[in-house]
């Protein structure tokens, strides 16, 4: 597990971004927003952190229009995970709007930039797993189908070519839909890498926080330890900056989104690695 010491820093981190009005804002202005609430939530809770603030859970039920509706799948993610780390729930019905959502899509109108074409089909995956949404065989199947038309040759999933967190993304959508696969772990481990752990596109460099956690993650669903433990946790260690906030890489500036993306990835790696921390 991660020592006191270190839960006390990230702890000191978080909490020092907890805006009056309710929410979080990294960098410190009373200017909360959905995404820094949840990953400052999230690290508490995997802190074991007793935390309730009745301004963050009016702040995130604001997020919800009347209707049910939300201004995007990103904030229904951030605002409902956000309230069930709180013990809370939305103020209106959301199943509705996360049913219409849930859909095959056409990736060629994605926003450029974007780490992974799968990723509002994983939050919704994700929310439908937490909110016992089930999803009839028709649609099921087509989901499947759509994420299985991205498949490559090496196993790994991605538009023009496999990428580490979009094979996470994919595997984990598929796992959660009963399609389990298993021939995906020979991707995995090609993104292995002796200095980094796990690089998001084999034999390249260099490698960031995120890819480690998709790494991780992934790992834990295939029940596979990683090669390389030590330069996992060294490379995690070494984005942590002195205020106790972990940034992207060892150089760059620390955030709520890095910080629990290395939380999450330690506590993985306690758990496949429990000699190592």
Known sequence: MIDQSLAEKIKKYVLERLCRCGGFCFYKLEEPNGADTFYALSILNLLDVEFYDENTVKFLQSMQRKDGTYSSLYSAYYSIKGLELLGEEPKYECRDFLRRNLKVYDVENLP???????RQMYYLVDLYKDIGIAVDEDKRRSLINFILSFKNKDHGFGKEKSTLIETFHAVFILHH?????????NFLKMCENRFYGFVNIPSTS????????????????????????????DFIMNCQKKNGGFSRSPT????????????????VLDKLCPELL
């Open 206 to 233: 260099p490698s960031f926080i995120e890819h480690l956690y998709a790494g991780l993650e992934l790992s834990k669903l295939f029940g596979y330890i990683p090669s390389f433990p030590d330069s996992i946790r």
């Open 177 to 185: 839909l009963d399609h389990n696969i298993q021939d995906s772990l």
């Open 252 to 267: 760059g500036i620390a955030n709520l989104e890095n910080t629990c993306y290395a939380v999450k990835s330690l506590y």
């Open 112 to 118: 450029t930039g974007l780490q992974s074409i799968f």
